[in-house]
């Protein structure tokens, strides 16, 4: 089998330009099936930019883009519901697709807004409205998914949570993901490829190799390529009821 | 029947309403009201030029609207002026065009009021299929573009990532906009459309909590309107346009008694 069979979108070399100025240039990326992909960077550094050039949300971009599927699901980062539209949770969930009523509970459900399906989108907090928008983009089930900083303004446990969703979903749908986050904690755990964006791409690769980049470094400090580390060191080991630590 | 002046109307103003519904929900939502008034203007000119060459006036009116609202996209990608002043230039230059036509066309007779504020007599047999069939189609191809447009309403980036392709969807809701006005034009008058399609959208606003009940609230609200509007209009020989707006002003307010009474509800 062509293992190109399992990508799902593809940017060669991409790039978008806006009032003469560069937002992001040089992408190259590729998401396939089942896979997690994350863009992380600091603020102005073309994420979501990259997002919107993969999605094919901006149009006059420099290089390409190829797009192996229509089944997309997206959490973008920023919405605002106009409150001259009366529109509840349910009527939100079968926005760009019929739903049967089974999946849009499903999906309420994971997310755990299920209380809120007759709530008018106006009313919701910051915090449900952004489960709110997690689970409308996985009701379709899409094979592709891109996520925006889809747990913004979530509570702390809740946020754990739904990051452990994410990873779940993209293992039971096998679909892929593209992931902006700045949380580095989850990045480097959950992910396959991390790419770290500045305007361009500054380094790519595992989580592991990103970690010990010098650029990686220099953008995020000392302290964040240590992230990796704490978190391989929480996996070498283990600790009895006794309080002794035993090697794997 | 269809003899009788009156039930023309009423079976035209009827035929109107059920359009405007929706097509209104949607002007509220996107907030296309000064739009919908430039296309309306811009009929003025689309009705001489009916006269003159002997065309129907609905489709005159809706070849003119349309080349309007081309304009209008037109200059919104091609210049640097804002939005509503470019509604303002072609509004009124085009309603000013349209009355200096008017000037020259001294040898047919014509009624300035009945344009401008609709007339109940003028409205034909032909008038009435064209309503209907005509409103038919734009309510079909509506229901075609729904789920694109609406989606595109609530947030055009999700649309168009999700693959709906909103432009599309955008232009043809414009086209739909100019044929509602051209069919509805004999009834309401071309200076009071906007207003039939604002006013029942707008009560039904008030009392709707889901985009469904919004549409057919204002359906409901414009078919009242039109009933009550007419028979006032019969009964006091008012112009049949101002009657049918004032008519679904007074539904507005009774609507607001309803958010009133919601309000002391949460309290």
Known sequence: MNTNNNILVKLKNAGFRQNNKWLVKGVSLEVKKGKIVTLIGPNGSGKSTT???????????????EKYTSK?????????ID?????????FMVLTENLSDEA?????????????????????????????????????????LVLDEPVQGVDFTGEIALYELIKKISDTLDCGILLISHDLHTVMSATDHVICLNGHVCCSGTPIDVAKNNEYKALFGEQASQILSRYEHRHDHVHTIEGEIKKN | MLDDFFIRALIAGLGVAIVTGPLGCFVVWRRLSYFG??????ALLGVTLAYTMEFNIAFSVFIISSLIALTLIQLQKRTNLPGDALLGLLAHSSLAIGLVV???????????????FGDILAVTVEDLLIIWIGGALILLVLKLIWKPLFASTVN????????????????IFTILMAAIIAIS???????????????????????????IKMVTYSIIGGLLSVIIGLFTSLEFNTSSGPSIIAASLFLFILSLLNIKQSIKLKN
Do not use: C
């Open chain 2, 37 to 42: 008034d430039t296309l309306a203007h811009s």
């Open chain 1, 104 to 144: 849009i509970n499903e999906a309420l459900s994971l997310t755990g807004v299920i209380h809120l399906k007759n709530k008018n989108l106006g009313n919701l907090s910051g915090g449900e409205f952004q489960r709110v928008l997690l689970a409308r983009a996985i009701s379709k089930k899409p094979e592709l």
């Open chain 1, 51 to 65: 997002a919107k050039i993969a999605l094919g949300i901006y149009k006059t971009i420099d290089g390409e883009v």
């Open chain 2, 156 to 171: 055009y980036e999700l649309a168009e990532a999700e693959g709906l392709n909103p432009d599309r969807a955008k232009a």
């Open chain 2, 185 to 211: 034009i004999k009834m309401v008058g071309l200076l009071l459309i906007t207003g039939m399609l604002i006013i029942p959208a707008a009560m039904a606003r008030n009392i709707s909590d889901s985009p």
């Open chain 2, 102 to 116: 008017i000037g020259f066309l001294s040898f047919i007779r014509f009624d300035i009021m009945g344009l401008l």
């Open chain 1, 83 to 91: 409150w001259t539209l009366p529109i509840r949770v349910h009527d």
């Open chain 1, 72 to 80: 997309i699901g997206y959490v973008p980062q920023k919405i605002s």
